[in-house]
């Protein structure tokens, strides 16, 4: 909850890099199978194979994971790729401090 009198933060796009890695709970390059940079909306678009992955962003000098799911184990960002289909991903990055 924001201080008393004031307004609390707005979202707003940004540009960043969308890291794409076999399934993992943490960034490691040797994990990596591809990246792209988002327009300055924070849209992008990626080909994938078909597959299970994870999605990390770049923050500042960080890499980082906006979700973290755990069911029979702890994955980022899990995404899974079928054929022929559009995968659509909504994701952020919250610097908000209260």
Request: proline letters at 8%.
């Given at each position: 909850?924001?201080?008393?009198?004031?307004?609390?933060?707005?979202?707003?796009?940004?540009?960043?890099?969308?890291y794409?890695?076999?399934?993992?709970?943490?960034?490691?390059?040797?994990?990596?199978?591809?990246?792209?940079?988002?327009?300055?909306?924070?849209?992008?678009s990626?080909?994938?194979?078909?597959?299970?992955?994870?999605?990390?962003?770049?923050?500042?000098?960080?890499?980082?994971?906006s979700?973290?799911?755990?069911n029979?184990?702890?994955?980022?960002?899990?995404?899974?790729?079928?054929?022929?289909?559009?995968?659509?991903?909504?994701t952020?990055?919250?610097?908000?401090?209260?």
């Amino acid at each position: 909850m924001p201080s008393p009198g004031v307004a609390p933060c707005h979202p707003s796009p940004i540009s960043t890099t969308v890291y794409i890695t076999s399934p993992s709970e943490n960034f490691k390059v040797e994990l990596l199978k591809d990246s792209v940079v988002t327009n300055e909306l924070g849209k992008f678009s990626i080909n994938l194979p078909v597959g299970d992955y994870s999605l990390f962003l770049k923050d500042g000098k960080d890499v980082v994971c906006s979700e973290m799911r755990c069911n029979t184990g702890c994955l980022c960002s899990p995404l899974e790729i079928v054929r022929d289909s559009t995968t659509r991903i909504s994701t952020n990055l919250d610097h908000a401090s209260w």
